[in-house]
């Protein structure tokens, strides 16, 4: 479990969709705790390649990386320059293993409040009012093409 936990945390910092494809189930399920929504794994990686893009300097500085019975958490602070100001947003994500020691489920605990700074060109919250090109989708595992 270390291995695919230190490899999943490294393609994430990267924004390496092939390699987080290696490391995950087809089905992968992503679960947020600040909207009770659960996304698939296109959704997961069009808000991971949204985060890279309007925040070019973005990283992810571990708090803990541990595995667990059934997988892993990884808990981490995500930094950058935002749209907005500075971001740093507290993250705990918590991956379910398939058999096959591939990733199946992500829970994902942030404090979307940490995450105003993402969408402060648009002089508001992600999903209220007209959206301008930089502005974030609904929330940051919706594709901005499909709000």
């Known amino acids: 479990m270390w291995t695919v936990a230190a490899a999943y945390a490294a393609a994430t910092r990267a ?4 390699a987080l494809a290696g490391l995950t189930e087809p089905s992968l399920i992503v679960w947020h705790n600040f909207d009770g929504r659960v996304v698939d794994r296109a959704a997961s990686d069009r808000t991971l390649t949204w985060l890279h893009r309007i925040v070019p300097d973005l990283t992810w500085e571990d708090v803990g990386l541990e595995p667990t019975p059934s997988g892993f958490v990884w808990q981490a602070v995500m930094r950058g320059t935002a749209p907005g100001g500075p971001l ?26 940490q995450l105003a700074c ?13 959206r301008a090109p930089q502005q974030p989708p609904r929330d940051p595992c919706e594709s901005p093409t499909t709000g």
């Open 15 to 18: 924004g390496d969709l092939d």
């Open 88 to 113: 740093a947003a507290a993250t705990c994500l918590v991956a379910t293993l398939s058999l096959t020691g591939k990733v199946a489920r992500i829970d994902e605990y942030v404090d979307s409040a």
């Open 118 to 130: 993402l969408s402060e060109s648009s002089g508001g919250r992600p999903g209220q009012g007209r």
